[in-house]
């Protein structure tokens, strides 16, 4: 994409200012909302802070340590093996310095220990770690829903049902059954209202980073499977504001972008209610922790055998978003019950290879310790502000940490020209995650896909 001196300009402004040095001196317990948002203006993004001047956001100031973000063992130890084992060439594709060719498995950060931000591959090495922050299991099925809201009240939802198979950062080891040669492969599937039953699409992600990802969808009008191209990843959800790209700040083919590091710099970033972590639990036969107990035969990884992790979540732990909550007046689909942390970030910026991805830009910023991504602003072709991304991860564990994932927790994405967000609901009632389930590669296949249909 070629931009214009006006627009280089004003990016060169941006950047700036998002590097500028934090001066604000909000403390743990301190309430940032309205009457003191000035306080934020170098801890917040931009358009992030005008939320909270404008009163459409408030949150409690807490403190959150490096030591609070503990993987796994087993994923440490694979993070410190692959030291000098990768190397991003000037494509930005991740290459093995034995084979001098793209990897089919990875475990671990690719690239462990301090990024130098003067390596001009930096954002690249950024991104692949935090890629794999959260390719930390085998396969998973989730249960939720996406809720619509505008500033006024809620709107409407969809409930759907999404399988995810990995084939790198695979807890149990190295993946077996792997022909397409894909490092991830996806289904989702509407389950309410009727009209969405039967809308579902499948997604492959291919390893060779020269090689777009794979995308079908089942349409019920004609009842088949119709291939769809990249570029769909950009659009969003069952016609929501949340695109496939969206998650996780960044939950797109790394590929695609052209990826630049802006600066590193101390950002309030959101955590959930109770703290950025939760023990996994077994679904099967009542819900009971996970042991760790050597005895215990272990199947998929550190898993007891017959037991099914799953994560469920208590009321004490759910996000309330504006319209549940009596006396609210900022908007209805910010979560109320906000808390923000300051963190040493990465500041990266993305620019699309694709002439056809639907955004021109996106901003993210990401944990330099963990690797999770809070905030993402993102622009349209012509460099206008177009959306916010706000995202929230816990560390889902068992007892011992044998086996850890960074669960998504809640995600939301403001888009300013609709005048309304939708956000993800793992929390309520009825709803679940599972992990370790041991999905075979057929489940991602056009015909699998089809028989989902209606």
């Known amino acids: 994409m070629q931009l214009s001196r006006w627009g280089l300009a004003a990016l060169a402004v941006a950047s700036l200012a998002t590097i500028a040095p934090a001066s604000a001196d909000l403390k743990p317990g301190t309430k940032l909302d309205k009457a003191n948002c000035q306080e934020a203006k170098d801890l917040l993004p931009e358009h992030v802070m005008d939320k909270f001047c404008n009163g459409q956001y408030e949150a409690e ?16 130890a694979g ?6 084992k990768y190397y991003v060439t000037d494509q930005g594709y991740m290459y093995e ?31 692949y770690n935090h890629q794999v922050a959260r390719f930390q299991v085998d396969d998973v ?54 009209d969405v039953v039967g809308v579902s699409n499948m997604t492959w992600w291919h390893t060779d980073p020269d090689k777009w990802q794979s995308v079908w969808a089942f349409v019920p009008t004609i009842r088949r499977v119709r291939r769809l191209t990249a570029s769909n990843s950009s659009e969003g959800m069952f016609g929501s504001t949340m695109a496939r790209d969206d998650a996780y700040g960044w939950g797109g083919k ?36 996970l042991t760790s107990d050597p005895s215990i035969t ?35 689909f910010a979560p109320t019950n906000l808390k923000l942390a300051k963190r040493k970030c990465w500041v990266v910026e993305a620019i699309p290879k694709d002439p056809y991805y639907a955004y021109g830009r996106r901003v993210i910023y990401i944990d330099q310790a963990a690797y999770w ?19 929230e991860d816990k560390m889902a564990y068992t007892p ?27 929390q309520s009632k009825g709803y679940f995650t599972e992990y370790q389930i041991g999905l075979p590669d057929s489940t991602f296949t056009t015909s699998n896909l089809s028989s989902m249909g209606k």
């Open 141 to 194: 099925y989730w249960f939720l829903a996406i809720k619509w809201a505008r500033p006024s009240g809620f709107d409407r939802s969809v409930e759907f049902g999404a399988y995810a198979r990995w084939n790198i950062g695979r807890h149990s080891g190295a993946p077996t059954d792997n022909p397409d040669d894909c490092y991830l492969k996806d289904l989702l599937f509407g389950v309410a209202p009727y």
């Open 97 to 127: 310095t034995a084979s001098k060719s793209w990897p089919h498995f990875w475990y671990g950060f690719p690239f462990p220990g301090q990024i130098d931000e003067k390596d001009p591959q930096a954002a690249n090495k950024i991104m």
């Open 400 to 426: 011992g940490r044998d086996m850890t994932t960074r669960h998504p927790f809640f995600g939301s994405a403001e888009d300013v020209r609709q005048n309304m967000a939708t956000f993800f609901d793992v």
């Open 254 to 289: 790394i590929q695609y972008m052209n990826w630049k590091l802006i600066g590193m710099k101390e950002v309030l970033v959101p955590i959930a209610p109770t703290g950025i972590e939760k023990a996994m639990i077994a679904g099967d036969p009542a819900p009971k922790k």
């Open 79 to 84: 993070s410190e093996s692959n030291a000098g």
């Open 61 to 76: 100031i807490i403190e959150v340590k490096d030591a609070d973000f503990q993987y796994s063992s087993k994923f440490k």
């Open 298 to 332: 272990k199947v998929k990884g550190q898993v007891p055998a017959g037991q099914v992790p799953r994560i469920t979540w208590s009321p004490e732990e759910k996000i309330i978003p504006g319209y549940e909550k009596e006396g609210w007046t900022g908007a209805a």
């Open 373 to 391: 991504a809070y905030w993402a602003t993102l622009y349209d072709r012509a460099g206008e502000y177009w959306k916010t991304i706000l995202w």
